[in-house]
């Protein structure tokens, strides 16, 4: 090894170049621990299944049936190519938008998650700390392992929101809605694509039941995790906060309290309750979407339950086209599912999403480490839309349009 010197000639390399070369304390980052090597979500990913046990691991990173329709959600974006534009000032980067009213610094917010204490034990109250110090919405599920309250206190300047199932007793749905309200929740989230569970056969191979309890094959593999175990064994015993079931599956306790019942009309009874923005999620009908505005809703989640209940279902990719198209610009178009990057938000926003949801990203992020793995998994997604909102020549949001993306004609 040789470097030239100014005479033209050239000696070799001294111990000193060498040391210089060298990053003796690595690279610097705003991320503790083993964090800081995690460069991605799927970075993200492989340190969770590392961290928890396979069961646990499983339940947040299944799906239903064979797993098409998780994986298509994430692939279909792979299938949008971007178009930059040039010259353009991009010298200031802008992310933040509004959610329905309020400000927010990135156009994303953390979906609705149910028993994320399997994951971490601070579970839902790690990640509404994580959302409140990214400033974006964090969405709480009815099959949280924390209550409202305890959610409320734990970030109470979070943009809270609430999503409910309903159940077949209505006096106890109408009681979350008005508990939620009183606590200062600001959006409600009716989720309406489970008015049965999907078979989510990863949970059944594992033979996993909520709240958790596994078959004499797993014990093994949970000695395989002693600091999840401690962490687990610390806390308080796992269960789902706002409801009372006895254990079992997860679909067998889902079948057990929701309504299959539900219609349209228990929309209208909803709005009629809740004062605040109204949210239907699990949208991937242009003809249900203009129902649900036309009922009163203030947005719409283009979901598919993350591909764990329908299986083969269409992904939330091809279904916003057409959902964006029906709704126009009466009512917010959010996307949920398959989103793993900035540049998946930026592709998202330039289809005609007003803003996404994520799930699993940020979960992964909860198994990797607790509030700080949220939070690095928010930041990973946060510097990855403004890197591409500089490189497409878009300094703000509003920037983005639709010629700056590109999707090949499908045979």
């Given at each position: 090894m040789t470097r030239s010197t100014r005479g033209g000639r050239r000696s070799?390399?001294?111990?000193?170049?060498i040391a210089a070369m060298i990053q003796w304390r690595g690279a610097r980052s705003d991320a503790p621990g083993a964090l800081a090597s995690a460069y991605s979500i799927a970075d993200l990913r492989a340190m969770a299944r590392r961290t928890v046990p396979k069961p646990i691991f499983d339940f947040i990173d299944g799906g239903a049936g064979d797993e098409v329709a998780v994986r298509r959600n994430v692939e279909r974006f792979e299938t949008a190519s971007l178009v930059p534009r040039v010259l353009r000032d991009v010298s200031r980067i802008d992310t933040s938008t509004h959610f329905l009213g309020s400000a927010a610094r990135a156009p994303f917010g953390f979906a609705p998650v149910g028993m994320?204490?399997?994951?971490?034990p601070d579970g839902e109250l790690a990640a509404v700390r994580a959302a409140a110090r990214l400033g974006v919405?964090?969405?709480?599920?009815?099959?949280?392992?924390?209550?409202?309250?305890?959610v409320a206190a734990a970030a109470p300047e979070a943009d809270r929101w609430f999503q409910l199932y309903l159940w077949k007793d209505r006096a106890a749905s109408e009681a979350l809605i008005r508990r939620a309200s009183a606590l200062g929740y600001r959006a409600l989230v009716l989720t309406v694509d489970v008015p049965v569970a999907?078979?989510?056969?990863?949970?059944?191979?594992?033979g996993m039941t909520l709240p958790p309890s596994f078959p004499l094959r797993s014990v093994a593999g949970l000695a395989r995790h002693p600091r999840w175990l401690a962490r687990t064994l610390r806390s308080e015993p796992l269960g789902f906060a706002a409801l009372d079931l006895k254990p079992g599956g997860f679909a067998e306790q889902s079948n057990a309290i929701l309504d299959a019942s539900t219609t349209f009309a228990d929309l209208a009874w909803m709005r009629g309750m809740w004062t605040g923005p109204l949210v239907v999620k699990g949208i991937l009908s242009a003809a249900d979407a203009?129902?649900?505005?036309r009922l009163g809703a203030d947005a719409v989640v283009v979901s598919n339950h993350g591909g764990r209940q329908l299986e083969n279902v269409i992904s939330t990719w091809d279904a916003l086209g057409s959902v964006r198209a029906a709704v126009g610009d009466r009512a917010a178009v959010y996307l949920d599912g398959g989103v793993r990057s900035g540049t998946h938000i930026a592709a998202a926003l330039a289809a005609g999403a007003d803003a996404v949801f994520m799930g699993r990203a940020y979960v992964y992020g909860l198994m990797a480490g607790g509030e700080a793995g949220a939070l690095r998994a928010g930041r990973m997604l946060q510097s990855g839309l403004a890197r591409t909102m500089a490189l497409l020549g878009a300094a703000t949001?509003?920037?983005i349009a639709a010629d700056m993306l590109h999707v090949p004609a499908r045979d």
């Open positions: 070799r390399l001294g111990v000193r170049d994320t204490r399997l994951a971490h919405p964090y969405v709480l599920s009815t099959m949280a392992s924390s209550s409202l309250e305890a999907g078979q989510r056969l990863r949970d059944a191979r594992n203009a129902e649900a505005v949001i509003g920037d």
